[in-house]
Nanobody, 119 residues
Framework: QVQLAESGGGVVQPGGSLRLSCAASGFTLDDYDIGWFRQAPGQVREGVGCIRSVAYDATTMYSDPVKGRFTISRDNAKNMVYLQMNSLKPEDTAVYYC??????????WGQGTQVTVSS
């Protein structure tokens, strides 16, 4: 079965860090651009960043609100993509999703993982 699954969410204080994981089953992540998105309550889903496929040198891109704080990486041996989030702010609170493309028309999405930044 082809699927994505996020993990690693939780509650963290402002200024803290979390690392989210995106695991794939049934296909190889190397071959795909993988996007990270988030959706806060009452808000539209927004792109956080993206890592291109290995064929495109795993180039990364980030949205302005997270640039310099978030880092996306791949572990090809584990078939995983990670979202390292540092210097977290309350406005980063959202459900985070990984998807099988850099845009929100991706065909495959994970179930999401909740990140709450609160003191």
């Amino acid at each position: 079965q082809v699927q994505l699954a996020e993990s690693g969410g939780g509650v963290v204080q402002p200024g803290g860090s979390l690392r989210l994981s995106c695991a794939a089953s049934g296909f190889t992540l190397d071959d795909y651009d993988i996007g990270w998105f988030r959706q806060a309550p009452g808000q539209v889903r927004e792109g956080v960043g993206c890592i291109r496929s290995v064929a495109y040198d795993a180039t990364t891109m980030y949205s302005d609100p997270v640039k310099g704080r978030f880092t996306i990486s791949r572990d090809n041996a584990k078939n995983m993509v990670y979202l390292q989030m540092n210097s977290l702010k309350p406005e980063d609170t959202a459900v985070y999703y990984c998807a099988s493309d850099c845009n929100d028309e991706a065909s495959l999405w994970g179930q999401g993982t909740q990140v709450t930044v609160s003191s």
